[in-house]
């Protein structure tokens, strides 16, 4: 039996673009114009029109979170349904209602909202006219917009992020070909790393404008860390490691908190010829303009080896010339989604904040399961028994036990995700929610790993 420290935050995490639906919207965000575009990309050709008809349903939505035992949710607002105007920052009025009611009825159900701003969701206008983040211009427009979020919905909002998961657009839209707009360009993905960095910097300028340093005030960003594990410990394989470990990780980790970029990084993308263009001013915004609390996204550990052709030679520069991937033999899978277990990461990344970012606050922002066919899992009432999740779940919550009880300060756990939302490309392919929606009918009901969680979150207690 594992007791979590007083006022532990027991949470779930969305998104706008995830379980709104794109209902009444002004604008389209890169995935509405992608599946407009090409349909048949989505699994079983379903697209973001409907989602989890959070856009409608968020009353009832968040009645039955509670039941789960959510008491804080991260969502996000959709910047391509609250701005009417992008470059004067203009509102949508019946936007920035929709988003006030939701934030109201959070707090009537007794859940603190945390609110993001960027969920891979760039306006198509912006992605189109100047190539979304590949653009200096778009980070003064995204602060633009996050200072519109903060002077509507502050007075009720205390807890604010950035983005979510910066990496996944490198990854899905610059160099592996999973999210819109389909790029496969290292050199271009670098700098678009450094000018996401910039825009997160530049909307905390904003926040602090509007807040100082008040207390209850905090804003943060959202980082998916995957820790990386050399195959061997050989020089080569830990060498291929370390680089990996700057890509993927300390590339978003050190500017947000440090407030400056990894000099080893640095120095090899500068030897490369890909180092991303930055000005002095720009660099000082990044360096005063660090978090005040750290999300972190876990799912899977990265493993890497040696790369089989050595980075020297004649190609297109790509991160992974470094190193390639490493599949542990034995080594238990979600084989669903094709990503390894491995919930001692979630203790590495504790210790790693506590002992190499200051300690600062941080809280586990996703973590969770996605299962395909869970009606396989139905028992005689129509209740999904997702065993399978609490198990994932637990065995996690007792290395984040072990990483606090050795003073890592983390302050929360949020499970993805509250209700069963739209996944990108895989659309509804996997389930990941505590609660069920049947998308045919809308219907939603609870997992057994709702009844499961609500305990949990009640008491404060792990218990086997």
Not at 118 to 125: A, K, L, S
Not at 337 to 350: S, T
Not at 368 to 373: F, L, P, Y
Not at 378 to 394: E, H, P
Request: hydrophobic residues 35%.
């Amino acid at each position: 039996m594992l007791t979590f420290p007083k006022n532990f935050a027991w949470g779930a995490a969305t998104s706008g673009p995830q379980s709104e639906g794109n209902f009444k919207k002004q604008h389209q965000n890169v995935f509405d114009y992608w599946y407009q575009i090409d349909p048949q990309v989505f699994y079983d050709g379903v697209g973001p029109d409907v989602t989890s008809n959070f856009y409608n349903d968020y009353e009832e939505d968040l009645k039955l979170m509670a039941q789960a035992g959510i008491k804080v949710l991260r969502t996000s607002i959709q910047w391509s349904r609250l701005i009417d105007d992008f470059e004067t920052g203009s509102v949508n009025s019946n936007a920035a209602d929709f988003y006030g009611r939701v934030i109201d009825a959070m707090l009537e159900n007794n859940i603190t909202p945390y609110i993001n701003l960027c969920h891979f969701d760039m306006p198509v206008e912006l992605q189109h006219k100047y190539g979304g983040f590949e653009s200096k211009h778009v980070t003064d427009l995204f602060a633009l917009y996050a200072k519109r979020c903060f002077e509507l919905f502050g007075d009720k909002v205390d807890n604010w992020f950035t983005f979510n998961e910066p990496k996944v657009i490198l990854d899905g839209g610059y160099l592996y070909q999973f999210h819109y707009p389909l790029k496969v360009d290292g050199p271009l993905a670098v700098q678009v790393a450094y000018n996401i960095n910039l825009a997160s910097a530049k909307a905390i300028a904003q926040f602090r404008k509007l807040y100082g340093n008040t207390p209850n005030k905090k804003i943060g960003t959202i980082l998916n860390l995957t820790p990386v594990y050399a195959a061997s410990e050989e020089k080569q394989d830990k060498q291929a490691a370390e680089f990996a470990e700057l890509w993927a990780n300390n590339l978003f980790l050190d500017p947000a908190i440090l407030g400056h970029f990894p000099a080893k990084l640095e120095e090899i993308l500068k030897k490369d010829g890909v180092l991303w263009q930055a000005s002095t001013e720009e660099l000082d915004i990044i360096k005063e303009n660090t978090i005040d609390v750290l999300g972190v996204n876990f799912y899977h550990p990265e493993r890497v080896k040696r790369p089989a052709i050595s980075p020297d030679s004649l190609q297109d520069w790509m991160p992974d010339i470094y190193f390639d991937a490493y599949e542990m033999p034995g080594r238990v899978m979600n084989v669903d989604k094709g990503w390894e277990i491995y919930p001692k990461a979630l203790y590495d990344i504790a210790i790693n904040i506590r002992d190499n970012y200051g300690n600062i606050e941080w809280f586990v922002s996703e973590n969770g399961m996605g299962v395909s066919r869970e009606e396989r899992f139905m028992d005689d009432t129509g209740m999904v028994c997702d065993d399978y999740r609490i198990n994932f779940i637990t065995k996690h919550l007792r290395y984040l036990h072990q990483g606090i009880s050795e003073g890592s300060n983390c302050h929360g756990y949020f499970v993805w995700t509250g209700i069963d939302c739209w996944s990108w490309k895989n659309a509804y392919r996997n389930r990941y929610g505590l609660i069920r929606n049947d998308i045919h009918t809308q219907t939603k009901t609870l997992k057994k790993s709702a009844h499961w969680f609500k305990q949990l979150s009640d008491t404060n207690i792990l218990t086997d």
